[in-house]
């Protein structure tokens, strides 16, 4: 049977191909349609899902009744008779040949399967933490291989801890349910001088999780008007890092189980993704790469195949087809110290990790502020290393075995040696390579070594602020063309 998971009517649309336990095809619908966050699948992305087989079943990622009552409950009026909770109009629109029958999966039950089906665990802790799904906002549950879950503990709306980050991202100046990851970032150069006030006007921590004293859709205003923005970042991030400790060390107590899979639009912090790692609670964590609301297109086809996915990388989007470009990439990078690189699949996820990458040399000292220009981006912002997996701990104190899906920060060990990989904080966001993950990119870093000595590269997407990533060759091309950086493309020498 071919499954196709989708996400979508509300924001980062996706689609998933899955046919006997195989991801044949994952993809962003913005990639194609060149609008960041786009809620409608685009017609491309269903032509190209469509080479792996028509639908049987159509797993969509959420219940939309359950949804439409939460709208009216909110007194979101407009909203809730939109198209919204009518996906299956929305489906027939798609132009399929087949009829194909439509399951509803929870939304949280989306993201949990999502990480289990990919986890190759047995059993396992599960916790969903996002701004909201239907009605829940946070979830943990226990998980075993041919069993339903089992909720331990949940949290609903209005209690989001995802929406109170989301009202600090506004009140930081920034746009709230797209750049969150702006404030975690923020966070560092700033200090939690405002855990207290938090507490006292805005949340009640109760273990294994917490209560609001508001409804944060409401925001916060210009609460703390004097405030630093980065000291109100660093406050809500610590909060953050307490609430999904203590409920990841809660659920180990009632369960004993060794494994934790954390997914939700929460999971994409990875600072707390690294606190967690940090704790000790659990000799294993899973973070599937792709843990906010597009990968749940993937979730909701584990949960209607009933069955463990294969999980091979990350890889499953459009592909531009030949060898990596690893000569072409070191000549410019030694001529320039800068090149992009589109090759290969799509990354499904929200982080390139080397086949839609902008790649630079991180010794220079000013990198970051070139980067940062090049991309548009504010100056603050840091950058991600890439490096062999076998000699990563030699470089970082990385708290798990690997990273694979740049998911963890880790402090660098010759911060001197390598400033453009280097926050404020001392730290780095790690993505660790094996052959076995990409073998052009870990040929190509065994290279850059040998040449100049430099045992890492800097690692960042292939697109400037506001902008999908690059999905195929004429984007790459388009990007080149803005920025003056020169992209090499599979199958160049």
């Not at 502020?369 to 912002?381: D, T």
């Not at 870990?442 to 040449?451: G, I, P, Q, Y």
Request: glycine residues 8%; proline residues 7%; positive net charge.
């Amino acid at each position: 049977m071919t499954i196709w998971g989708v996400s979508a009517l509300s924001h980062d649309a996706s689609l998933a191909v899955v046919t006997d336990g195989e991801i044949k095809f994952a993809a962003h619908a913005e990639r194609y349609s060149r609008k960041k966050g786009d809620p409608l699948l685009h017609p491309a992305m269903v032509q190209e899902a469509l080479r792996y087989g028509e639908p049987s079943l159509i797993a969509w990622y959420e219940r939309p009744t359950l949804k439409r009552a939460r709208y009216l409950r909110a007194g979101q009026w407009t909203e809730a008779f939109t198209a919204v909770d009518r996906p299956r109009s929305y489906i027939g629109s798609l132009g399929l040949r087949c009829s194909p029958r439509i399951r509803f999966v929870n939304h949280h039950l989306s993201h949990g399967s999502a990480g289990f089906a990919t986890s190759g665990f047995d059993e396992s802790v599960v916790i969903v933490a996002d701004a909201i799904g239907e009605w829940r906002t946070l979830s943990i549950s226990y998980y075993r291989r041919g069993e339903r879950p089992r909720l331990l503990h949940k949290r609903g709306y209005p209690h989001s801890l995802g929406l109170l980050y989301s009202a600090f991202t506004r009140r930081c100046g920034f746009r709230p349910n797209e750049e969150e990851y702006i404030v975690m970032g923020l966070a560092a150069t700033g200090e939690p001088r405002h855990e207290y006030e938090i507490c006292r006007d805005l949340i009640e921590l109760r273990p294994p999780s917490f209560r609001l004293k508001f409804n944060p859709h409401r925001g916060i205003g210009n609460w703390l008007p004097r405030a630093r923005a980065e000291d109100l970042a660093a406050s809500i991030q610590r909060i953050t890092e307490r609430v999904m400790v203590e409920a990841a060390a809660w659920a180990h107590r009632a369960t004993g189980s060794p494994h934790l899979i954390f997914m939700g639009g929460m999971a994409l912090n990875c600072v707390v993704n690294s606190r967690l790692a940090e704790s000790g609670t659990y000799d294993k964590i899973w973070i599937f790469p792709n843990p906010g609301d597009a990968g749940s297109s993937v979730g909701a086809a584990a949960f209607a195949s009933g069955s463990e996915l294969n999980w091979r990388s990350p890889y499953l989007g459009t592909d531009i087809p030949g060898p990596y470009p690893v000569a072409t990439v070191l000549a410019e990078l030694q001529r320039s110290r800068l090149v992009g690189v589109a090759a290969g699949r799509a990354e499904f996820g929200p982080r390139a990790l080397g086949n839609r990458s902008l790649l630079a040399d991180p010794t220079v000292d000013d990198m970051q502020a070139l980067l940062n220009s090049v991309k548009g981006r504010e100056p603050f912002r840091p950058f991600a290393p890439v490096v062999r997996a076998e000699i990563a701990h030699e470089l970082f104190d990385l708290p798990v075995p690997e990273s694979p899906y740049m998911q963890y920060v880790a402090r660098c060990r010759e911060p001197d040696r390598y400033p453009g990989i280097v926050h404020v904080d001392g730290t780095s966001r790690v993505q660790t390579v094996r052959p076995e993950d990409h073998r052009g990119l870990h040929d190509l870093l065994t290279r850059w070594e040998c040449l100049t000595g430099s045992r890492l590269l800097l690692n960042t997407s292939l697109n400037i602020k506001g902008e999908p990533l690059a999905n195929d060759a004429a984007h790459a091309r388009a990007f080149a063309a803005h920025t003056g950086v020169r992209v090499a493309c599979a199958g160049e020498a």
